[in-house]
């Protein structure tokens, strides 16, 4: 599996952007980069994936470096809603069905 | 609105007795899977199906069992021989679980099984 390392923790001021790095080193060429977060006792909601060209969507940017070994999760406004453990995840491709590794995520907490 | 609805939120267990949780999708997803997460853990692979009537073993299907009857449907029994069920388990689809295929998988709200 390619493995993803991110920050155990980060905060952020409410109104401000929020931005999450992850590294993927050993990700493969064509191996996408997923993005979920998790609200305590809620199930994972996934927030924005991509492959080589940067992303967005109503709920987040997404930017993958060039040589792909990194990518970094926008939240452009940040709110005390989004306080949740982000999951950066790169599928493994080469099984057939798809398996999701969640590691230890991030833990935004966006405080007033 | 299209979804996963897991039920119930809680469960509560005897000990010696199966319980079966419930999901259903209305996404027309072929895909359909089931995980466990235990606290400050990451996500385990109980079971997974790719289309109606097929269903394959994940990481940890020891103690659980699933059918597919339909395709909006996929149950998880936990059984007895399951040791240690306290977890959170949760349901997900997607489109296609094709190994070319880059949609994401959607997930319920989960249900919490707990031992009485």
């Known amino acids: 599996d390619a493995k993803t390392t991110q920050p155990p923790s980060m905060d952020c001021a409410e109104g401000r952007a929020a931005n999450l790095p992850c590294n993927h080193s050993?990700?493969?060429?064509?191996?996408?980069v997923y993005w979920y977060r998790q609200i305590h006792s809620q199930g994972p909601q996934y927030i924005i994936h991509g492959l080589k060209n940067n992303e967005t969507n109503e709920m987040a940017s997404l930017i993958i470096t060039e040589d792909r070994k990194s990518s970094t999760l926008i939240l452009p406004h940040a709110t005390l809603r989004d306080t949740a453990v982000y999951y950066c995840?790169?599928?493994?491709?080469?099984?057939?069905?798809?398996?999701?590794?969640f590691g230890q995520g991030t833990i935004l907490t966006v405080h007033p | 609105d299209g979804g996963i609805t897991q039920s119930p939120k809680y469960l509560f267990r005897k000990e010696g007795q199966n319980v079966t949780l419930s999901c259903e999708q209305n996404?027309?997803?072929?895909?359909m899977y089931w995980y466990r997460q235990d606290p400050g853990q990451g996500l385990r692979l109980i079971y997974y199906s790719q289309i109606v009537n097929d269903f394959q073993k994940g990481d940890i299907a020891e103690g659980y069992s699933v059918s597919r009857e339909k395709k909006e449907s996929f149950p998880l029994t936990v059984t007895s021989a399951q040791k240690n069920p306290t977890a959170f388990y949760l349901c997900?689809?997607?489109?296609?679980?094709?190994?070319?295929?880059?949609?994401?998988?959607?997930f319920g709200d989960g249900t919490r099984l707990s031992i009485l």
């Open positions: 995840i790169v599928r493994v491709k080469r099984t057939s069905y798809g398996k999701l590794t």
């Open positions: 050993t990700i493969s060429g064509n191996e996408y």
């Open positions: 997900a689809s997607t489109i296609s679980a094709r190994i070319d295929s880059n949609q994401p998988q959607h």
């Open positions: 996404l027309n997803h072929d895909a």
